[in-house]
């Protein structure tokens, strides 16, 4: 295979074809074999492997993974990167480009198109990808909030995103992403990348971190949305105690003040303390008040 992911293989397609590599869009191309590899290396895959591609550019990543899974479907919006992609991997029959806006995917209705097997079911799929940074947060809401059938993501993101993905109660990175993603999975760190290995060159470190999906079982008798809404309220405002920030939820402050006490929690504390059970505990402690208000 003809590996793009070279400085001089990216150069010469980005000139021969007149692309300009959009900012705005997040492009960046990976242009370091050797990342490549342990990318796809971590991300352990088999010809039984079902893979998401998000944002595969010119194809540095898909052609590697394409080597190694049963099948890649990968979801590019920029209509010219497509046209040149398709020249890139032609010849390559388990790849199937699909133009579209991530951000508006069902991923379990693209990959049921393409399922064939495991009587009608449909099958656990990966999702790996080097994300346009501009959306990482939402694109992770999208990817984790709507439980789609995905066993593990091996993402590449910017270094401090990464870290906030990964950050345990207390550091100053905590905050509602770290509660999200450690709600629906298990993040790993797996290793820094320069800015060097990209074209052009993103101006942060990138890190990339594994999500280990957990099976999907709701806390009992917790009401997610109310969950995601005071764990988002708690840390708008991270400065301010517990009962202060929570006042955004338009409780009366006595009500608050019971719901903490009632989770065993002081209403001195930050939000930056509390660890996923706790917002649990007091999630559950509020939701009678929040149903009859
Ligand atoms: N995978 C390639 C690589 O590693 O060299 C390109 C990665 S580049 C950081 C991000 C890619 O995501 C670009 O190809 C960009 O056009 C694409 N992209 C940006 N926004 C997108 C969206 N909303 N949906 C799908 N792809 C998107």
Same mark, same amino acid.
């Given at each position: 295979m003809n590996s793009v992911a070279t400085p001089g293989k990216t150069r010469s397609i980005v000139r021969r074809k007149g692309l300009q590599p959009r900012k705005t869009r997040g492009q960046n191309f990976?242009?370091?074999?050797?990342?490549?590899?342990?990318?796809?290396?971590?991300?352990?895959?088999?010809?039984?492997?079902?893979?998401?591609?998000?944002?595969?550019?010119?194809?540095?990543?898909?052609?590697?993974?394409?080597?190694?899974?049963?099948?890649?479907?990968?979801?590019?919006?920029?209509?010219?990167?497509?046209?040149?992609?398709?020249e890139t991997l032609a010849g390559i029959t388990n790849v199937k480009l699909v133009e579209a806006d991530a951000l508006k995917v069902n991923f379990d209705s693209l990959v049921a198109r393409y399922a064939t097997e495991d009587g009608g079911r449909l099958p656990t799929y990966k999702v790996v990808a080097n994300l346009p940074y501009y959306i990482t947060t939402p694109l992770l809401m999208h990817l984790l909030l709507n439980r789609f059938n995905i066993s593990e993501m091996i993402l590449m993101v910017q270094a401090e995103v990464g870290y906030r993905m990964l950050a345990a109660p207390g550091n100053k990175e905590y905050g509602a992403l770290s509660v999200v993603v450690q709600y629906f999975s298990q993040p790993t760190r797996l290793f820094k990348v320069p800015p060097t290995v990209f074209y052009p060159r993103p101006r942060v470190d990138s890190l990339v971190v594994k999500l280990t /999906?957990?099976?999907?079982?709701?806390?009992? +008798? &917790?009401?997610?949305?109310?969950?995601?809404?005071?764990?988002?309220? %708690?840390?708008?405002?991270?400065?301010?105690? /517990?009962?202060?920030?929570?006042?955004?939820? +338009? &409780?009366?402050?006595?009500?608050?003040?019971?719901?903490?006490?009632? %989770?065993?929690?002081?209403?001195?504390?930050?939000?930056?303390?509390?660890?996923?059970?706790?917002?649990?505990?007091?999630?559950?402690?509020?939701?009678?008040?929040?149903?009859?208000?």
């Amino acid at each position: 295979m003809n590996s793009v992911a070279t400085p001089g293989k990216t150069r010469s397609i980005v000139r021969r074809k007149g692309l300009q590599p959009r900012k705005t869009r997040g492009q960046n191309f990976l242009v370091d074999a050797n990342i490549v590899r342990n990318i796809v290396r971590a991300s352990g895959l088999g010809p039984a492997d079902m893979v998401v591609e998000i944002g595969p550019g010119l194809g540095a990543l898909t052609q590697e993974l394409a080597e190694r899974a049963g099948m890649v479907i990968a979801v590019e919006i920029d209509r010219e990167l497509l046209s040149s992609l398709k020249e890139t991997l032609a010849g390559i029959t388990n790849v199937k480009l699909v133009e579209a806006d991530a951000l508006k995917v069902n991923f379990d209705s693209l990959v049921a198109r393409y399922a064939t097997e495991d009587g009608g079911r449909l099958p656990t799929y990966k999702v790996v990808a080097n994300l346009p940074y501009y959306i990482t947060t939402p694109l992770l809401m999208h990817l984790l909030l709507n439980r789609f059938n995905i066993s593990e993501m091996i993402l590449m993101v910017q270094a401090e995103v990464g870290y906030r993905m990964l950050a345990a109660p207390g550091n100053k990175e905590y905050g509602a992403l770290s509660v999200v993603v450690q709600y629906f999975s298990q993040p790993t760190r797996l290793f820094k990348v320069p800015p060097t290995v990209f074209y052009p060159r993103p101006r942060v470190d990138s890190l990339v971190v594994k999500l280990t /999906l957990r099976p999907y079982q709701q806390i009992k +008798d &917790l009401d997610e949305d109310l969950f995601f809404l005071v764990v988002r309220t %708690a840390f708008n405002q991270r400065r301010k105690t /517990l009962l202060n920030a929570l006042a955004k939820l +338009d &409780l009366p402050k006595e009500i608050l003040a019971q719901a903490l006490q009632g %989770a065993g929690i002081d209403p001195r504390w930050r939000g930056e303390t509390l660890n996923i059970a706790q917002f649990a505990a007091l999630t559950t402690a509020l939701q009678r008040y929040w149903e009859r208000r």
